[in-house]
């Protein structure tokens, strides 16, 4: 037998724990990114609020992904990685949503958040291609 990639990383010390899905969290976690990534592309706001926006309504909808598949990260990025896995998207969309986790952590860390409008421009598309993925699950019954 073949075992998922969330099988592989679930477990005691894994960055998985498998939790049944919650239908009522889903929508909720569905509901706060499509109204941040709204948000985000509010051009009167300044950039850093964009990008927060942004990254934070990427990271509701992947969230949303993983647990409408069963399960619950330990930490952050790892809802960004297994992308392939949870909506079937590719590097051209992770990737985007991983380097923005290393920004974020700059910022939030060590006070360098190093953004640009190309940054936030990409952040908003990657995080667009995950709402449409993520309303396709919703109408899943």
Not at 31 to 48: F, K, V, Y
Not at 76 to 81: E, K, T
Not at 122 to 140: F, G, N, R, Y
Request: glycine residues 8%; proline residues 5%.
């Amino acid at each position: 037998m073949m075992l998922s990639p969330f099988n592989k990383l679930t477990g005691p010390g894994k960055v998985l724990k498998a939790e049944p899905p919650d239908r009522r969290e889903f929508e909720g976690l569905k509901r706060s990114g499509h109204a941040r990534l709204r948000d985000a592309q509010n051009t009167s706001l300044s950039i850093e609020s964009r990008f927060d926006l942004a990254y934070n309504a990427a990271h509701s909808l992947c969230l949303a992904a993983l647990r409408w598949h069963g399960y619950r990260p330990e930490h952050r990025y790892i809802v960004f990685q297994l992308l392939p896995h949870t909506l079937g998207l590719g590097p051209e969309v992770w990737r985007v949503l991983d380097k923005c986790h290393g920004i974020r952590n700059l910022g939030e860390y060590e006070g360098d958040l190093n953004i640009d409008d190309r940054i936030v421009t990409d952040l908003i598309a990657s995080a667009h291609a995950v709402a449409e993925k993520v309303d396709e699950l919703a109408a899943i019954e």
